[in-house]
């Protein structure tokens, strides 16, 4: 089972300066956001000094010695000092919200991971995304240009996650080592899951991995037997594994990473169309296995098995899509529509081949394994139109 950040949108808010800019936020107090507020921010005065806008000390002195910013939200921008000293300042200077804005156009709005000490977070604190317009840079600040009487509103909502459904870093990819079977079978949400923590009462911890995602699917799997309790294994590990979605634009290209896709278990309990192999592995493999191939040209023969469990008769399209591989491969089937009686099953022979012009360009593939021969897996998918 591959990892992904299950996370579509985070807990957090938008801010706009009173200007018409706006940006992306986190929520990192414990407070909730004002509707709206004064803001200041330090390009309101091009003599202040740039350790004013990182809201760190300057030779022990307040970055903002003699500024009233009493009922005002500030914003400073990451970086040179910690995030305590920066709330401490703040606080100490009578803000009423501190919002720390990134340093770095390719940094996340979401600063994770980050503490502020014993520095008591008695004002709501918020993270947002670098900012930088023609029209906010006059003063040469990368910040929020403030004018004198702007207002910041604050609106709490979700704020979407750029790496939502996308693998993590860590989970890793196939084939499977030895005879370069077609690993990791599915994915589900394995960053950043929230579980009860043993020994704790009722304590939560928060942890990342594949032995995060692994109980994702294992769910899933019940509750396709507790629907389908007559089905065999492999009916069942089917279900699962054919009706996983993906998203083209974020995963073309790494099947080897994700599998056959995101977990969709509503999907894998109403859908009765089966596609597997007709022989299972001692692995319980649900993708038909070609191995791995070192010859000049390529055709090899698998039988799968097409099992009808809706309940009714079914009329059954199979088709193929070759991804990120060369010209002169090609996957046909011995039967490409046909009507699969209510409760039977087809068997139907998959052959894989492969020009040899196609063999030799494999060799500088990214995907290739074992001296530079080529792993040749089939994954199956169904859907409305049973593919």
Known sequence: ???????????????????????????????????????????????????????????????????????????????????????????????????????????????????????????????????????????????????????????????????????????????????????????????????????????????SGTSMAAPHATGDVALVRSAHPTWTAAQTKAAVVNNATKDAAKWNGITRVMGNGLIQPAAAISNGLLVYPTTISKDGDTSLSFGVREDNAVSVTRLLTVDNQTGAATTVHLSSAIEAAPAGYNVTFSKNDFTVAKGASVQVIATFAATSAAMAATSSQQDQVNNGSYSVNLIFGVGNAHR
Not at 7 to 29: Q, S
Not at 86 to 114: D, F, P, V
Not at 126 to 131: A, G, I, L, M, R
């Open 1 to 207: 089972v591959a990892a992904v950040d299950g996370a579509t949108t985070f807990p957090g808010i938008t801010v706009n300066d009173g200007a018409g800019h706006t940006g992306y936020g986190m929520k990192l107090g414990t407070l909730d956001a004002p509707a709206s507020m004064p803001f200041y921010s330090t390009n309101m005065n091009q003599s202040i000094t740039n350790n004013s806008r990182l809201g760190c000390l300057t030779a022990g002195v307040s970055p903002w010695n003699g500024i009233d910013l009493t009922g005002k939200m500030l914003i400073v921008q990451r970086g040179t000092c910690t995030f305590q000293e920066k709330l401490h300042n703040a606080r100490l200077a009578g803000a009423a919200g501190l919002i720390i804005m990134q340093n770095n156009a390719n940094k996340n709005a979401y600063l994770s991971g980050i503490t502020f000490g014993a520095e008591p977070m008695d004002i709501p604190i918020y993270s947002t995304q670098y900012y930088t317009n023609a029209a906010l840079t006059t003063t040469n600040l990368t910040n929020w240009r403030a004018m004198h009487g702007a207002t910041v509103s604050i609106t709490a909502g979700g704020v979407p996650n750029p790496t939502a459904t996308q693998a993590a870093s860590f989970s890793s990819g196939g084939p499977r080592f030895g005879d370069a079977g077609f690993k990791p079978d599915i994915s589900s949400p394995g960053v950043s899951v929230v579980s009860a923590a043993l020994g704790t009462g009722n304590g939560a911890e928060t942890m």
